[in-house]
């Protein structure tokens, strides 16, 4: 087992700023370096209103880091908000150690977390549109093989051949990407067309929506207290209590400060959730921040345009709760997702909801049309449903959505 990375973070907050977010961004980013394998041996915050032109923080500051460094055998340095190009050179260059940025970061835990052909494009496009603004300066940093983090990605080799190498392969990522995405998009089209309803979990990294989806559907997909344990999207099918089928999708895991380069390149993974008919947000309801992740979420649904879906908001790890907890979301449920009893209230709400919004309908179906009966079963939620012998045939009443191919047939 290698040893892990010692590292020291490094903040700057400004006087007007809300010192609870704060506080939360470093715990976000002191996560984020875990997950990444890195062990936090100190954290130097500076109030400071303005961002020094050349170094981000002041000359003062940056000299005490640097005693630091060298007293602890410090091996990498991360700032919380993203420096430009000239800042990281001189910042390296003056602390003599690997210096990356918040967003670095979060590319290489992307990196690390990738499973899919996709995934990995996706990346791989994201760590290379933001080094090539940054090549100056990182001559030693990219040269020293051997890895570690914010190095984890495209080889360094390709890195050290000139830019025009690095832009041929942000072409050829996206062609292929392009691709991906068509494929994806026929998929998705293969669904409409058999009325497939779709239901995405969303939420903050580390909310649950990977154990909720394990739960609900009896799967195994990556489940570890970790952020972004989640990167591909995963679709399964899933029977609620009346028979209603449908397909209920785990998404990626968002988060306060995504680097913009990463948002574009998960836009598709994103697109799983724009083509929901239904979301279920996942909210870990014990997190001191929760409603600022809330919001993030909020706010990233409503700019991904899929903010006018039902949704049904869950708060997760009522467990882990200290004091009464006050839902701000309505319809809301709160639920600890390893307990069964609570995932089967949460697929009884979405039902509920549903049944709500749909168009009521009463149906006689003969007997001898068994493979329709089955379709209304799996395509609609029934409510009841009786034999009648002397028609030899069932009364059913239920629910179904109104752009759906069998309500005119009912």
Known sequence: MADKEKVVLVARSESMQDEKRFQSSLEELQSLTETADGEVSKIFTQKRDRIHPATYIGDGKLDEIREYISGYDIDLVIFNEELSPGQLKNITDKLEVRVIDRSQLILDIFAQRAQTKEGKLQVELAQLQYLLPRLIGQG????????????????ETKLESDRRHIRRRIDDIKSRLKTVVKQR???????????AFQIAIVGYTNAGKSTFFNRAT?????EENLLFATLDPLTRQIQLASGFTALLSDTVGFIQDLPTTLIAAFRSTLEEVTEADFIIHMVDASHPDHEQH?????RLLSDLDADHLPILTVYNKKDLLQDDFIPHAFPSLTVSVHDSIDIKRVLDKVEEMLKEEWEDYKAFIPASQGKKLQQ???ASIVSSMYFDEDREGY????????????????
């Open 376 to 378: 209304v079963k799996r």
């Open 294 to 298: 809330e919001k993030t979420v909020l």
């Open 395 to 410: 009364f059913i009443t239920g629910a179904i959505h109104e752009e759906h191919p069998l309500k005119n047939q009912l």
């Open 218 to 222: 009896e799967s195994d997909s990556f």
């Open 140 to 155: 030693t940093a990219l040269s020293r093989l051997g890895g570690g983090i914010g190095t984890r990605g495209p080889g």
């Open 185 to 195: 998009e026929q998929y998705r089209k293969r669904r409409k067309e058999n009325s």
